[in-house]
């Protein structure tokens, strides 16, 4: 029996692999709005788009480089900056470097999705 989720081309997704795309998204939509969401729904949803980064980067870690890693890094720094920016309330100084990293990171971000995104559509332009 042939197994039709074999990984062979770089863009072959399984359906759990689309699932997880589709939660990161919108995790990071819940984490984005913030002026419409309220703090508490930030929280949570930051919470939640950490956890599915890390996951995200175990289903994909064959494919991973630095770029990426660092990229893992920035989110995790802005995490760990928006937890000590909660523990550390009276320091504004805190909160800035939060949203700087934070701005950093979706930065990153977005250009990481264009260019998956634009690998996509060149490689599907050649098929048959």
Do not use: W
């Not at 995790?27 to 949803?45: D, E, Q, R």
């Not at 995200?56 to 893992?72: C, D, I, S």
């Amino acid at each position: 029996m042939e197994n039709r989720y074999h990984m062979q081309g770089k863009d072959t997704k399984t359906p759990v692999m689309q699932v997880l795309n589709l939660l990161l998204g919108i995790s990071f939509l819940g984490t984005m709005l913030v002026p419409l969401t309220g703090i508490h729904v930030h929280k949570m949803a930051s919470a939640l788009f950490l956890l599915l980064c890390i996951i995200h980067t175990v289903v994909y870690r064959r494919r991973m480089g630095r770029k990426r890693y660092l990229m893992l890094t920035a989110v995790l720094i802005a995490f760990a900056s928006g937890i000590f920016g909660m523990i550390l309330d009276p320091y504004p100084i805190v909160l800035q470097l939060h949203k700087a990293v934070s701005i950093l990171s979706v930065c990153f971000l977005a250009i990481h999705s264009f260019l998956y995104h634009k690998s996509l559509f060149r490689s599907g332009k050649g098929r048959k």
